[in-house]
């Protein structure tokens, strides 16, 4: 037992430096975190993109960074005509059936009839069909590469692709825009208020694929744990147990949100097939992500005309909540035109809220909760009983807040 807890003083001495030396040197501010966007995928890292991959962009910089884009990015083989190029993001490309439509976030298109299209993740969960639709659209160009970019990778889901096997590739902001994003700052070397633009997205980029100041950190832990073989055993002690305190956290975290907003007022649905369970908490963290393991708690707060509106709280990496609304049992209908005023009253409410096919609006928890990568002291600090208590209390009230305002809202309309 002093054999680890001495690990567990030395790694948190080296955790202290880094911590310690960001203070020192304002590592941790970034223009974008202060206006609240970070995670804003049309608002920011689509629009962001699109503009220094538009040669006609106001950067200054003309085709160069889309070059650089190409050769970080896509096959050797692919022949763009970069300086003809015009970068659009949220591309129309008709309306949504299974096999075509819906708004492409990034589109590069040039002279030849040649296409660059991106589908770009953030946070946001795959939309049915997505890729196979945009994969179907770039039939109409003599030459195409669809791209699916997301923080680490990883492939579209069988909902996105429908199950097919077509020809896309995947890229991360972890290697590919990090290293992309190196050169553009390299290539505006004589542009400084454009170097210093793309120098703060990189700093957010690394925040957000969990790079900032990490490599060296760990590095350093790794070089600790290896002076001795009692220090690699305690340390894989340690690893064994990992898994089992995620679940535990987040288990006492559901408890606790459970009961504070049964204190509140809200009749939550012990029936729904969606609600958190402690089987599936394990399920989060032993199985890869599935569009089927989204769980949390929900309430419904309004049932009149065929028309179905819950409150619920859920989890995908990060923890979220907002509104819902169902027409005779059937979801995933938050989007259609009928519904516009429930989603003006939404916005209303909290104009935070994101309004998509399955929710009228939704929002991150804030601090953003990621119970997936366990990635921030906000997660860190939940095994403090007053840090949980404070978090859990914010979302109650805001949630009864929020569901009183729309209620009053809705009722107005009758």
Known sequence: MIKIEYLLNQT????????????????????????????EETRLHSAFISELLNPKGTHGLKEKPLEAFIKHCLDDDFHFQSFSAISKTEF?????????????????LDNNNSAIIIENKINASDQERQMLRYNNHSRIYNSSRLLYLSID??????????????????????????????????????????????????NLNKQLTNTSYMD????????????????????????????????KLQWEFWKQLEISLRKFGLELNDDDPKKVKHWKIKGFYEKQRKKDIYYGLWSEIYNK??????????????????????????GGVSNLDEFSLYREIIKDCDDRYQSSQYWLGWSYTSPKLNFREFNS?????????????????????KAYNDIKFVLDKINKLQ
């Not at 832990?221 to 305190?245: C, H, P, R, W, Y």
Request: hydrophobic share 35%; with cysteine.
């Open 377 to 397: 002291k906000d997660i860190f600090d939940l095994t403090e009983k007053s840090k949980m208590n404070e978090i859990i209390e914010q979302i109650s009230k």
């Open 12 to 39: 948190n001495l080296i955790v202290n430096k880094y911590n310690q030396l960001l203070d020192n040197t304002g590592g941790r501010y970034n223009i974008f975190n202060i206006l609240g966007v970070t995670t």
């Open 92 to 108: 129309y490309i008709g309306p949504k059936t299974k096999e075509s439509g819906g708004k492409i976030d990034i589109i590069v």
């Open 216 to 247: 060296e950190m760990n590095n350093e832990i790794v070089t600790f744990i290896m002076q001795s073989s009692e220090n690699v055993q305690n340390a894989f002690e340690l690893g064994k147990v990992l898994k089992d305190i995620k679940i």
């Open 305 to 330: 005309d065929g028309i179905t509106i819950h409150w619920g709280c859920e989890i995908e990496d990060c923890i979220y909540y907002g509104f819902t609304i169902e027409k005779n049992g059937k």
């Open 153 to 202: 990778g990883k492939a579209p889901s069988d909902y996105s692709t429908a199950g097919i096997d077509f020809e896309y590739k995947t890229i991360s902001y972890k290697y590919e825009i990090h290293n992309w994003l190196i050169e553009c700052k390299q290539i505006a070397v004589d542009f400084p208020l454009v170097r210093e633009a793309i120098s703060h997205y990189i």
